[in-house]
């Protein structure tokens, strides 16, 4: 199945949390690095978080820079990219700002055979993919849809997916100066097989430093294949450089 470039683009903590366990949104990176979130976003085609992180922390998903949007839009590319998101039951607030902010498309993918709520249905294209849902198809529907280029953004259970079915093109870990030592927080990714263990490393093919935060570029070579493999540095941050 022919499928996009994917990027997981994630920001953790040095003992390896992505978030705590308070009900406040726990932030990690520094304004350095939230700029170069901006600058990925820019160059992706389309965003891809989980429903609990919708729901958790309602997020924009936009790209906040105009000098960014004016450049998409001369490019002949649409303003934003388009959100995505997957949830087992559809079970989201038409009012999230997922749905109600930025002039772009939204789509809900869910299982075949979920019910999903007229009124989701009014702020999202809502696409049935298998039963269990299938994150290669949830890919090459929207590679039919345009989408060449994905970021997905969070959380544990949608990295764990993704990487765990080799759909993965490129890991960008951005590790903040601090440790959470909760248990009950969420981490990178929950337990799993994951196609890159001891035995078979991931490429790093870059190190910035940004403020006090360490961006790590991870380069998975051996995903699921379906994607052009392009990898690309579209915030311009050279390769090795601290
Ligand atoms: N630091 C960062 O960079 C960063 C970025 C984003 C998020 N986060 C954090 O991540 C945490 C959320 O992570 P999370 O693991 O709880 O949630 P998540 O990955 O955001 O979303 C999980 C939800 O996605 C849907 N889903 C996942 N796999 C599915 C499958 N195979 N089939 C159908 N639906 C599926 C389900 O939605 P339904 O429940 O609707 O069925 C599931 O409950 C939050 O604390 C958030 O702050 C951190």
């Known amino acids: 199945m022919s ?37 990925e976003r820019a160059s992706v085609d389309a965003i891809l978080v989980g429903a609990t992180t ?59 055979g979920v019910a999903v709520p007229d009124a989701l249905r009014a702020v999202a294209t809502v696409v049935s993919t298998g039963s269990p849902l299938d994150p290669a198809r949830v890919l090459a529907d929207l590679h039919g849809r345009g989408v060449e280029r994905l970021m997905i953004e969070g959380g544990t259970t949608v990295h764990t997916l993704f990487l765990t079915a080799g759909l993965v093109d490129e890991i960008q870990l951005a590790v903040a100066p601090f440790f959470v030592g909760d248990p009950a927080a969420p981490r990178v990714v929950g337990p799993g097989v994951f196609p890159h263990d001891a035995r078979r490393r991931m490429r790093l093919a870059g190190v910035t430093q940004l403020d006090d935060v ?13 994607s052009a493999q392009r990898p690309s ?9 601290r």
């Open 233 to 241: 540095d579209p915030a311009g941050h050279r390769e090795g450089r």
């Open 3 to 39: 499928r996009p470039y994917v990027v997981l683009s994630v920001a953790t903590s040095v003992d390896g949390y992505i978030d705590d366990a308070s009900d406040r949104r726990l932030v990690l990176s520094g304004a350095a690095d939230l700029d170069r979130v901006d600058a």
């Open 54 to 112: 919708i729901r958790r922390d309602d997020p924009r998903l936009l790209v906040r820079s105009p000098e960014r949007v004016a450049r998409r839009v001369a490019a002949g590319r649409a303003p934003q990219p388009v959100k995505v998101t997957i949830s087992g039951g559809g079970d989201l607030d038409p009012g999230a700002r997922f749905f109600t902010t930025g002039d772009t498309t939204r789509i809900v993918y869910v299982p075949s």
């Open 214 to 226: 360490v961006l790590l570029r991870y380069l998975l070579d051996g995903a699921v294949r379906g």
